[in-house]
């Protein structure tokens, strides 16, 4: 699947965020690349929570402008910024509780369907082929996070390296051109990363691009092709990985707060 | 179920005014049949979104209401009536549905209150409109050409076919995109929200549907006792409500009509031995004792049960 | 003025909800059926057992405490880690458990509650004013500011106040949470029916009076904003203002409306309450 994006996937422009007197974002500028993994690293509180909220519309920028393939999104809702084809996933783990692994992601593939109201009132036949058609797309996806054997299970009682998993396939559910991570490798072994870490690999591979948030260097580095850099609610280093682990200023953030790396 | 197996309830209930001897029965069956239809409507909201509605009364009566007043004021055909009844019931819907969208929890059961409360108001007050709290009676019944659908064993051909249809949309609804979208704004919203699930859109879209919904019951309703009063926007009948989805099963489609029939029946039944005050006191008791031991519902604890019993 | 009296009293029970709701984050729907029960312990006592007024007030303030903390301890504590939904329920059927209770005890017709104050208004320059009313207004106030003393002055209060801004930390530093969970709703409960003995000789006591005196708490409450004792009591005190200027000149029948019409107006327009940049308690 192959696909070409002449303009440049995000654009984020001096992106600012203040919330009672707090600066969480003090205007922060960077680029994503097409089928690129771009991860984004820094100390805690240095506003990578903030900007992905600001992105994906869960949160109103004081000031900034955000741009996908060339459209504005600041002030779109959530929802219609993932109808664009931006996804993503949160900090803690999310997912939907009571729900089996199946009807997590089918509720993913809310926007491959198309069933309105009286389609579902009357039409029979036609919603009928749309619900096989996203149950078959829904094992695909299940599959694909290698979950297959967890299908029927309630998401709630599954252990937490497969909740991601799962949250993870809900968001793919939504087909997402560009798909943004927040902490993928959080709470997990160093095997159950190096897993994620070959699953973002793969999705990368099927040419959706990744924005992501880590804590892990060892995995950010493995992956990534560019290293964003933000202390202190803004950026203060972009380059590829090699090149951000010899930065002077990165060294200086990550040791001189004493306490903060982990 | 085997298909004979599925068959008999069905012939039964067909023939049902046949066989049910007295007509203080088919009474209470055609209540029941009232009863689950504002079941399912509440348990749209509070089972499947996820949002407590307490004020649903407010739909209900808002239906009796407008059916009434049209058939009785400007003589209007009920077949008229009815569908402009589930119209304004929807309205109002609508109405909540927007105001939804700003709050949650608590904030929305109070606002929601409030709102069937200035209604009820509203009722009693305007006289000129509606009566006051001396009601409004002699409301006709409905006619099918020369034939009058007064008689109760007629009405019930009525009710029973509106449950169907209740039942037939709430079932397609739940079983799909759109009934994935209202469990998944229960579940976790935001979730929902980053994966394309329009907020707006699905809540108030069960708004309208389940006050829609509660207006065809008040019609029916007004329609039946051939008087409206006030005394539809009471709580109790909110309560009641709550409590036959809450015990038969939220978020189930069976629940609700199990708990209108447990809860239809029961009344009437315990009528003979005690009166309404100590019924809704077991009805307080009742429901404080059900958070504690059946916090799913009478329905799904039955399917637990078969469930464990069948390894 | 009569507005003021009602103003004290629904400040009252504003004050007893905002510390329930706002605080402890329970929805009390069972709130008005305190009040119910302070009216109905004030006729008892004042009715039957022909007590002093102040004495009936304190009898209907100990009822309310007693049961509030029963309540607290039996039903709520289990569910404390519920969502708010499921305590919401629980505290339904307490409502309707007490209200029918109630209704089966003392019937349902109103009674009057007798109390020793003189028919004959008072008058104070342009305003004339029944002196049991202004006796009403006074405890009332008085009641008010016990409240801020406990919350404030002494060490319950302090304790009450860390538990619900930072509850690990409160924990930690030796506070019993439970029992400052327990004798909060006890606090509020008593308030409640406090307001409920002082209320009920002015006009009667019937076993619904609850339902709209527990609205009215509610709109008190958003209209103060949540856990905001100042808002709350400001916001008894418009509201009982603007309930008599509103049966004055729209309607009488519509007077209750009040209530309802600020809820929905204040959540729509200001959610967090017309005097919410003022201290929160927690």
């Not at chain 1, 999310?94 to 009286?118: E, K, T």
Request: with cysteine.
């Amino acid at each position: 699947m192959a696909r070409v994006e002449s303009a440049l996937t995000l654009s984020v422009r001096d992106l600012a965020v203040r919330f009672g007197g707090v600066t969480a974002l003090a205007g922060v500028s960077f680029d994503v690349h097409p089928g690129t993994i771009t991860s984004v690293i820094g100390p805690n509180g240095a506003g990578k929570t903030t900007a992905f909220n600001a992105i994906t519309g869960y949160l109103r920028p004081t000031r900034g402008r955000i741009e996908y393939v060339g459209v504005p999104l600041t002030g779109l809702r959530p929802s219609a910024i993932a109808a664009r084809g931006i996804v993503r996933t949160f900090q803690r783990t999310s997912v939907f509780p009571s729900l089996s692994v199946a009807d997590n992601v089918m509720i993913g593939l809310h926007l491959r369907g198309s069933a309105g109201v009286l389609d579902v009132l009357l039409g029979r036949r036609r919603r009928a082929a749309e619900e096989s058609r996203l149950a078959h797309d829904a094992d695909g996806i299940i599959e694909f996070v290698g979950l297959g054997h967890r299908r029927g299970e309630v998401a709630s009682e599954l252990p937490y390296s497969e909740q991601r998993l799962v949250e993870l396939a809900v968001a793919l559910a939504a087909r997402p051109r560009l798909l943004l991570l927040d902490e993928p490798g959080a709470g997990m072994t160093t095997a159950e990363k190096a897993a994620v870490g070959r699953l973002i690999r793969r999705i990368r591979d099927q040419s959706t691009t990744v924005l992501l948030v880590e804590h892990d260097m060892r995995m950010v580095m493995g992956i990534s092709d560019t290293v964003i850099v933000m202390n202190h609610g803004r950026v203060i280093a972009e380059g590829a990985p090699a090149s951000i682990q010899a930065h002077p200023d990165v060294i200086r953030a990550y040791l001189g707060s004493a306490g903060d790396r982990d | 179920m085997t298909r004979a197996g599925r068959f008999v309830p069905v012939l039964l209930a067909l023939t049902l005014p046949l066989w049910l001897g007295s007509p203080y029965f088919l009474h209470v069956v055609i209540m029941a049949g009232i009863f689950g239809i504002l079941a399912l409507s509440l348990n749209l909201l509070l089972g499947y979104t996820g949002q407590l509605s307490l004020g649903h009364a407010a739909f209900f009566g808002i239906g009796a209401y407008t059916s009434a007043l049209l058939t009785l004021r400007l003589e209007w055909s009920f077949w008229l009536a009815l569908p402009c009844a589930v119209a304004a019931s929807g309205l109002a819907g609508w109405l909540i549905g927007r105001l939804a969208l700003k709050l949650r929890g608590a904030y929305f059961v109070l606002v929601t209150i409030s709102f069937a409360g200035v209604i009820a108001l509203v009722s009693v007050n305007w006289m000129d409109v509606t009566n006051g709290p001396l009601g409004l009676p002699g409301v006709p019944a409905p006619a099918l050409g020369p034939w009058s659908l007064r008689a109760k064993s007629v009405y019930y051909y009525l009710v029973l076919v509106a449950v169907l249809l209740a039942y037939l949309v709430c079932r397609r609804l739940v079983a799909s995109r759109i009934g994935r979208a209202f469990v998944a704004l229960r579940e976790n919203e935001a979730l929902a929200e980053s994966v394309g699930v329009d907020v707006t859109h699905y809540l108030v879209l069960a708004a309208v549907v389940s006050a829609a919904m509660a207006g065809m019951a008040g019609s029916l309703y007004a329609h039946y006792t051939r008087f409206v009063s006030p005394e539809v926007f009471l709580f109790s009948y909110t309560v009641t409500m709550v409590i036959m989805v809450v015990a038969g099963g939220k978020g189930t489609l069976a629940g609700p009509l199990v708990g209108a029939l447990i809860f239809t029946a029961l009344p009437e039944a315990l009528r003979a031995v005690t009166s309404w005050q100590w019924q809704m006191l077991a009805y307080g008791v009742l429901l404080v004792l059900l958070v504690f031991f059946l916090p799913r519902g009478i329905v799904p604890a039955l399917a637990a049960w078969r469930a464990w019993k069948a390894p | 003025m009569n507005g003021l009296v009602l103003g004290g009293t629904y400040a009252l029970l504003g004050i007893g909800l905002t510390l329930i709701f706002g605080l402890m984050n329970v929805v009390n729907f069972a709130h008005g059926e305190f009040y119910t029960l302070g009216a109905y312990a004030a006729f008892a006592t004042l009715g039957l057992a022909g007590a002093h007024f102040v004495a009936a007030v304190l009898a209907a303030i100990a009822c309310g405490v007693a049961l509030g903390a029963v309540c607290e301890l039996t039903l709520l504590r289990p569910l404390r880690a519920e969502s708010i939904d499921t305590t919401m329920l629980v505290m339904i059927g307490v409502w309707i458990t007490m209200q029918n209770g109630e209704l089966l005890l003392w019937g349902g017709v109103a009674k009057s509650i007798p109390h020793p104050f003189p028919t004959a208004p008072l008058v104070l320059g342009p305003v004339s004013i029944a002196p049991l009313r202004v006796f009403v207004l006074a405890l009332a106030a008085g009641l008010i500011v016990a409240s801020y003393l406990l919350i404030h002055k002494t060490q319950l209060g302090m304790a009450m106040r860390a538990t619900f801004q930072d509850r690990d930390t409160a924990a930690l530093m030796g506070v019993r949470i439970g029992r400052i969970h327990t004798a909060t709703f006890a606090f509020g409960s008593g308030l409640a029916a406090a307001a409920g003995a002082l209320l009920g000789p002015v006009f009667l006591a019937y076993p619904s009076m609850g339902d709209l005196a527990a609205l009215k708490a509610f709109s008190v409450v958003i209209l103060g904003g949540l856990g905001n004792l100042p808002g709350a009591t400001l916001g008894g005190l418009l509201l009982g203002v603007a309930e008599e200027l509103g049966a004055g000149y729209v309607s009488s029948g519509y007077r209750d409306a009040v209530g309802f019409v600020i809820i929905i107006l204040v959540l729509l327009l200001r959610p967090a309450g017309l005097f919410a940049k003022q201290e929160r308690i927690g």
